[in-house]
């Protein structure tokens, strides 16, 4: 029979006896063997051993459990440290095991926003190019993939309850073990609930979307009940029977997805893999900005339902400006950042047991830097495809100091939310706000610093570390935009410690602020000491 008749009749005789060209056709491999066939072609060209295999795969299993345990040594530090909270709750209070609640509810909700931002499912480059047109069984060739994603989530779900409940609560031995298992099964659990909608269709904008606004519910919540006056002052203990419930849930997810991968369009399988190969990638290279690259245009709308009407702009400035502002608009993540930034040091003065000067310094140091980094989308975009900065005919320190405008204001209304719940956890408000205010340039001079560092350089001598070998220099390049928060923000770390604020302590933060924008409105990638260095060899290269 040929071609031309099976497809008259029944389509399925064309692909019994496919006419290619006047070749033998063999038996069409099971997708397992193909599985394995690249593998074995992988390993062909990677050119290393099983040694070196299980030398890599030694140092990250010791570098992992070296991290886990000195965090838990921290958190375990941290919450012998804390002082025992009032025997009956305060009103406008919150309990340290509310806090932790909080925490954990924040943290599934970052879970869910990056699930469905990676798809969670999906096929790199040369996978899709390969794997998605054969015609074997698509179950077969994404299953690995289908595990991948929820497994790591299960791993680190389980590491962060263990740390926070051994930590911070102070739960052992059986009490510890189920809240452990019970945290990897809810974080497996959720990456599966993302998988279920990505082979329902639905688009990976909107799981990320309802991650988002479980993160913001977080804090809300918590305000909620601080206001309640009514705060829990333990946590219900876990059962075996919840956590058997909650593992039997996951299994049933496991087995709905693995039937779905069979319709799993190939351009959402695509487009997940490109994203997750971006982040990985970005990881790797300890990049940051690329990171949030990844995270944010992978789910970015395609084109929009209404045009901004600009009508802000005026000349070249203020175009650079209203640029800015418009990509820190449309960039969602970025805005539940800077509200979930700004609740953080709110919460820790509201905690009996963090309403202190390690408590309230540590906080505001993570929120800062989580509001100062979510403000500079512009800056990081901007750096990697500086068209807008060449075409406007304006000086290179000029427009450092123009992406600053946009960090600044944020800064500046995150300083008021901020530093007025310090001031009335240290009892003078307006003084406290007068130093917050004096201290918003220096979080956007850091912003912009840290958004224009230049890339680390991988082919210098290597240096041995506790988290692996690493490049002399690229500790020096990631700190970028940190040293300013470390340094400039001295007046603010000085006066947290002390509890107080002086009237020299808000006029050298406002010096030091100055000098924060100065150092980054400047286009030197070059450090002082290698300019100074460099400025040496040329002079004696001169001479002689």
Do not use: N
């Amino acid at each position: 029979m040929t071609g031309v008749d099976a497809l008259a009749g029944d389509p399925r005789d064309l692909r019994d006896d496919p006419q290619v060209g006047d070749f033998e056709l063999g038996e069409v491999p099971s997708a397992r063997e193909i599985r394995r066939f690249t593998a074995r072609a992988a390993r062909a060209r990677a050119g290393v051993g099983a040694g070196s295999l299980l030398t890599e795969l030694y140092t990250v299993s010791v570098s992992v459990v070296l991290s886990v345990l000195i965090v838990m040594g921290i958190v375990q530090q941290l919450g012998a440290g804390l002082p025992d909270g009032p025997p009956t709750a305060q009103p406008g209070g919150l309990s340290l095991p509310v806090l932790v609640a909080t925490i954990l509810l924040a943290a599934l909700g970052a879970l869910l926003s990056t699930a469905g931002r990676l798809g969670p499912v999906g096929a790199e480059g040369a996978q899709a190019a390969w794997w998605l047109p054969l015609p074997v069984d698509r179950r077969g060739l994404l299953r690995p993939a289908a595990v991948r994603v929820p497994l790591a989530a299960a791993l680190a779900g389980g590491v962060v309850v263990v740390v926070l409940e051994a930590g911070l609560l102070e739960r052992r031995d059986g009490e510890l073990v189920r809240a452990g298992v019970l945290g990897a099964a809810v974080a497996a659990l959720v990456v599966l609930v993302a998988a279920v909608a990505q082979s329902r269709g639905v688009p990976r904008r909107r799981t990320a979307l309802a991650g988002d606004l479980l993160l913001v519910a977080a804090p809300v919540l918590a305000a909620l009940v601080a206001l309640s006056g009514r705060t829990p002052t333990e946590l219900p203990s876990v059962t075996w029977a919840a956590v058997a419930a909650v593992i039997a849930l996951v299994g049933v997810l496991a087995v709905v997805v693995d039937r779905r991968l069979a319709v799993l369009p190939g351009r959402t399988l695509r487009e997940g893999g490109s994203v997750a190969t971006h982040a990985v990638g970005a990881v790797v290279s300890l990049d940051s900005r690329e990171l949030g690259r990844a995270l944010s245009g992978g789910v970015a709308a395609a084109s929009r339902r209404r045009t901004s009407r600009l009508s802000t702009v005026r000349g070249p400035m203020t175009a650079l400006v209203t640029a800015d502002l418009v990509v820190l608009r449309r960039s969602l993540r970025h805005v539940v950042q800077i509200v979930v930034a700004a609740g953080l040091p709110v919460l820790a003065t509201v905690v009996p047991q963090l309403a202190g000067p390690v408590g309230i310094l540590v906080t505001v140091l993570l929120g800062g830097w989580m509001m100062s980094s979510a403000s500079a989308e512009g800056s990081r975009w901007a750096e990697m495809a500086p068209v807008i900065d060449r075409l406007l005919p304006l000086g290179d320190r000029t427009v450092r100091r123009l992406r600053m405008v946009v960090p600044g204001l944020v800064a500046l209304v995150w300083s008021v939310v901020v530093f007025t719940a310090v001031g009335r956890w240290a009892g003078a408000t307006q003084d406290w706000l007068l130093l917050g205010v004096s201290a918003a340039p220096v979080w956007a001079a850091a912003a912009v610093r840290a958004a224009y560092r230049p890339a680390p350089r991988w082919d210098k001598p290597l240096i041995s570390t506790p988290a692996g070998a690493l490049p002399m220099g690229v500790m020096q390049v990631i700190a970028r935009g940190p040293d300013l928060v470390a340094f400039c923000l001295l007046p603010v770390w000085v006066a947290m410690a002390l509890g107080t604020v002086t009237t020299i302590m808000v006029i050298g933060q406002v010096w030091m602020s100055v000098i924060a924008v100065m150092i980054a409105s400047s286009t030197a990638e070059k450090g002082w000491m290698e300019r100074m260095l460099e400025e040496q060899d040329q002079r004696k290269a001169g001479a002689a």
